[in-house]
């Protein structure tokens, strides 16, 4: 009887190999469909501009060029009177045929949908769709961040980085701390307290690394760092894959106080001292505060020679819905691009 393959050396590693290189080649050509497919939109959106601009179509004509695409190509979805207008939108809002080749001809229609109804600024629309592509969101996960904000959160928290930090470690570090942060799939009250709210934050750790952003891993929670023989707890700890370094993050549930510096700078020479590998640089510390005095904390930070950032979180509502966080499968990108905006049609 003859062996049987899978036994043979090396075969399992080529046989690895290979499916790798087919889900790539698989995922290129998906997203290859999806740029030339958004390109046909931009060009039809800019033909029924130019016609509607000189020659006076209105609403009727769109209508009517609906039907009649559709009876042209049944098979192919994305010819409803609904989506010629967003067409004509997406050729009205990217002018330039160039960017639609770039940053939005890289993520799918249903996504550049939702940028088009959400996003007035022609900046912070790229800026998504630049997010979009870096971070791998579904669409869910791009509605998300554009309601809670997140052009305008990102960077905003106040840190002594660039004293403490080299660059770009610095920029970097300072590019990855928001103010605030909305901890909105939490289900906690108002009044809700430091040991609650952290214990809520583990328990739905997967969304609490999505609002964190990219990079950060979850050590723990309440961990132990024995001091001179006294034991101490920090509230979460990780470790950025991009800084590459240990972050602890306090929480706390009122204002922030002058002291919460001496503590975090505490803590980070601990976390230093105990647990930094020589190739990681230093930790750097971000302090949860349900408000802050903005000069205050300028003063606290000011001298301090340990890095460290304070931001504001916000507890306002449960989410209504699971949100999937993972990179979308090739087969979850093929599904988007099958079922481009149509749901108006029966």
């Avoid at 046909?40 to 800019?46: F, N, P, T, V």
């Avoid at 629309?125 to 969101?137: F, K, M, N, S, V």
């Avoid at 570090?173 to 009044?191: C, M, N, R, V």
Wanted: charged fraction near 25%; proline fraction near 3%; aromatic fraction near 10%.
């Amino acid at each position: 009887m003859s062996e049987t393959l899978p036994s043979v050396e090396g075969y399992g590693a080529f046989l690895e190999e290979l499916k790798e290189r087919i889900q790539q080649a698989q995922l290129r050509a998906a997203l290859a469909v999806n740029s030339e497919m958004l390109l046909l939109y931009w060009q039809i959106g800019a033909d029924l501009l130019q016609r509607q601009q000189v020659q006076g179509w209105g609403a009727k004509v769109v209508e009517q060029l609906s039907t009649d695409l559709r009876q042209a190509f049944p098979d192919m979805k994305g010819f409803s009177r609904t989506n010629l207008l967003y067409m004509r939108k997406f050729a009205d809002t990217y002018s330039e045929q160039q960017i639609v080749q770039q940053a939005v001809g890289q993520i799918p229609w249903g996504h550049n949908v939702r940028l088009l109804d959400k996003v007035k600024d022609s900046d912070e629309r790229l800026w998504y769709a630049q997010q979009t592509i870096e971070y791998g969101w579904s669409r869910d996960i791009l509605v998300m961040q554009i309601d809670s904000g997140l052009y305008l959160r990102e960077g905003k928290a106040l840190t002594n980085f660039s004293q403490t930090l080299p660059k770009p470690q610095s920029d970097l570090a300072h590019q990855t701390l928001k103010d605030p942060y909305k901890f909105d799939f939490l289900s906690l009250g108002k009044e809700a307290q430091e040991r609650e709210v952290e214990e809520a934050l583990v328990h739905h750790i997967r969304d609490f690394l999505l609002e964190l952003g990219k990079g950060f891993a979850f050590v723990g929670n309440q961990v132990h760092l024995e001091v001179g023989g006294e034991d101490y707890y920090v509230d979460l700890l990780f470790y950025h894959l991009h800084l590459r370094c240990f972050v602890v993050v306090e929480l706390k549930s009122g204002k922030f106080l002058p002291e919460y510096a001496g503590k975090m700078s505490f803590y980070l020479s601990a976390v230093d001292h105990l647990m930094k590998h020589p190739d990681d640089q230093s930790s750097i510390g971000i302090i949860l505060c349900r408000g802050k005095n903005q000069t205050v904390v300028e003063f606290a930070l000011q001298d301090n020679s340990k890095p460290m950032g304070v931001a504001e979180y916000e507890l306002t509502r449960a989410l209504p819905a699971e949100l999937q966080t993972s990179l979308p499968t090739i087969e979850q990108l093929e599904l988007e691009l099958s079922q481009e905006s149509d749901e108006d049609e029966s």
